[in-house]
């Protein structure tokens, strides 16, 4: 509209409608903007709801890890105070009561005033006699010599020595002194070697064994340590050594396994081992290593796999029917098997008639640690309850095992009391679970439990079943302590030498734990045991024993006798046969 121009009637309401559908077009965008606005902030909202929630899931796992990492274990004995420690002092452990020395004194002594000094009377003495440089002692005035008044005892050390040595063995030969027809010339027999022409005595590679797989040395570290005793040896030579005389242990491993797997209840778990060269692959390859207990033996397993089959031939399990193979005498069989919560031992529990699962408590415990740790505002408390309530439980296992096992064996006076005790032990037992399993399903069905709250009460609910399975096994404890404890070794192994290098080696490493783990848990001494095994090979041309002369070695079969002398220190110096 040019300025001066007048508008008429018409031309005024024309202008104002056109005003107003602007000016409603304009809020219908507005209308618009805010409600796609609204949407962007409810969606920002969400996100970031969500993000919170991963932002805590990710600061609980950064507090279980650092507890994990850095933290104390959570299943290690701490030392009580005693009540007649007034003063807040720390309480003495060990035998005798707390605060006194072995002795029986009161004095206090080390760190904590554990224990007082162990009796070390056992070990061979040696009398070392120390005197000034000339061989006596003069007045300094006039140079009369002192007379000798006798020897004061300063004190007593414990010494190690450890010397490489070359044994040059000579045999004595005799001449015939008579014409009788006989050989002219006889000789002594020589030393027992277990490898014919090797380099090394069989208390070497009894060492050899005990240093590499025992106490997990590397290859590297022994070699290092031979040098330093004069030694220069390299990592081949001790290495084929290992497996030439690796070969002669093989029947003690099959006997072993013969007997694990008649077994009726074993302990079970699994870890992770690396292959740098195996057979098949350019490695490294990540391998396993399996582990079950029986009442009286340990068997490593060495397998690429981690699958149902490993557990299916050691225990006995038809991979295609799941199902147990028979009892020797044709009868159903049953088996018991003590794990963690790995899907291979729940299916076979599922699938296998006879089968029962009994999961490891210490494992559950631990999920309710770390929920603590995870979230130690709002959860300590409520973590603290939960071990609390799994305290009571091993307490109430611990009389149910007591009392059942003064059941087993009675006096037969006492036979009634002992009933009467193993039912009052089952009612602590019910009253306990009971008030877990109370407890959880409460808990469960509360709103706003923190998350990791819920994920240990989820795996608690989940592995339900397993876990009370313990009531109807008093003889077996709660966790799988044992066969974590005794796969313990081997990671140590796995931590300084990083694995095998090829499928030979680790299998022997496999056959060595079998055998060495076996005869700890018969309290050998691994060093004399494996020396007097490896001397009987000897004396067989170095071929593995076999028949009778193995059954010996075996540790449920070998007369007391030899069980007492193989748990005896190996004698220093080599022992004519």
């Given amino acids: ?167 040059v063995h000579r045999r004595r030969r005799y001449k015939r002194g008579c014409s009788c027809r006989v050989p002219v010339t006889v000789m002594a027999p020589g030393p027992p070697k277990a490898i014919g022409k090797g380099l090394f005595s069989n208390g070497f590679i009894a060492m050899l064994f005990t240093e590499r797989y025992v106490a997990g040395r590397s290859a590297n570290s022994l070699v290092t340590g031979l040098a330093r005793q004069g030694a220069d040896i390299s990592a081949a030579t001790l290495s084929g050594t290992c497996a030439q005389a690796g070969a002669l242990l093989v029947p003690l491993e099959e006997a072993i396994v013969t007997r694990s797997r008649g077994s009726w209840h074993v302990h079970a778990d699994e870890t992770t081992w690396r292959v740098f060269a195996p057979d098949e692959g350019d490695g490294p390859v990540k391998w396993w290593l399996w582990v079950f207990i029986g009442a009286d033996t340990v068997c490593f397993v060495m397998d690429p796999s981690r699958a149902a089959g490993v557990l299916a031939r050691h225990a006995g399990i038809d991979e295609d029917t799941g199902q147990l193979s028979a009892h020797d005498d044709g009868g159903p069989r049953r088996l018991v098997i003590s794990s963690d919560f790995y899907a291979v031992y729940q299916s076979a529990g599922k699938k296998a008639d006879g089968l029962v699962n009994l999961y490891c408590w ?49 006096a037969p006076t006492d036979a009634t009391s002992a009933a009467a005790r193993l039912a009052e032990a089952y009612t602590g037992w019910d009253t306990a679970i009971d008030a877990i399993d109370a407890t959880r399903q409460k808990q469960m069905a509360m709103p706003g439990l923190r998350e990791p709250a819920k994920k240990a009460l989820a795996t608690l609910d989940r592995e339900w079943a397993g876990l009370i399975a313990h009531r109807d096994y008093p003889m077996i404890g709660l966790d799988n302590n044992k066969a974590e404890r005794a796969i313990r070794g081997p990671v140590v192994t796995r931590k300084n030498a990083r694995g095998s290098h090829n499928d030979d080696s680790a299998r022997l490493a496999a056959t060595v734990w079998t055998v060495t783990a076996t005869a700890q848990m018969a309290g050998l001494n691994v060093l004399t045991w494996l020396t007097a095994y490896l001397d ?18 075996l540790p449920w079969n070998a007369n007391p006798e030899d069980l007492h002398t193989w748990a005896q220190p190996p004698p220093p110096g080599p022992q004519p046969s």
């Avoid at 929630?53 to 990710?58: A, D, F, P, R, S």
């Avoid at 709002?378 to 799994?390: D, E, N, P, R, T």
């Avoid at 170095?542 to 010996?552: A, D, N, Q, T």
């Fill in 536 to 553: 009987a090979c000897g004396r067989t041309n170095g071929k593995p024993l076999s028949g009778p002369e193995l059954e010996r070695y």
């Fill in 1 to 167: 509209m040019v300025a001066g121009d007048v508008l008429d009637s018409e031309g005024v309401q024309a202008s104002s409608e056109g005003v107003l559908a602007a000016a409603l077009a304009a809020n219908q965008q507005l209308t618009r903007l805010v409600a796609e606005l609204r949407e962007e902030n409810a969606a920002l909202r969400a996100q970031n709801t969500q993000l919170a929630g991963e932002l805590e899931c990710l600061r609980a796992d950064v507090a279980v890890l650092q507890r994990m990492l850095f933290g104390r274990s959570s299943e290690r004995s701490r030392p009580q105070p005693s009540p007649s420690d007034s003063d807040g002092g720390e309480a003495g452990g060990g035998g005798g009561q707390r605060g006194q020395n072995s002795d029986g004194s009161g004095k206090k002594r080390g760190p904590g005033a554990r224990a007082g000094r162990r009796d070390y009377s056992d070990l061979p003495r040696f009398e070392v006699f120390w005197d000034f440089p000339e061989g006596g002692y003069c007045c300094p005035r006039c140079a009369q010599p002192f007379t000798v008044l006798g020897d004061h005892v300063s004190g007593e050390q414990l010494d190690r020595q450890v010397t490489v040595r070359v044994l």
């Fill in 362 to 410: 210490a494992h559950i415990r631990r999920h309710f640690v770390r929920a603590g740790d995870a979230n130690r505002v709002q959860l300590q408390y409520w973590a603290q309850a939960w071990l609390q309530l799994i305290r009571d439980l091993y307490r109430a296992h611990d009389e149910l095992m007591a009392a059942w096992q003064d059941t087993a064996v009675p």
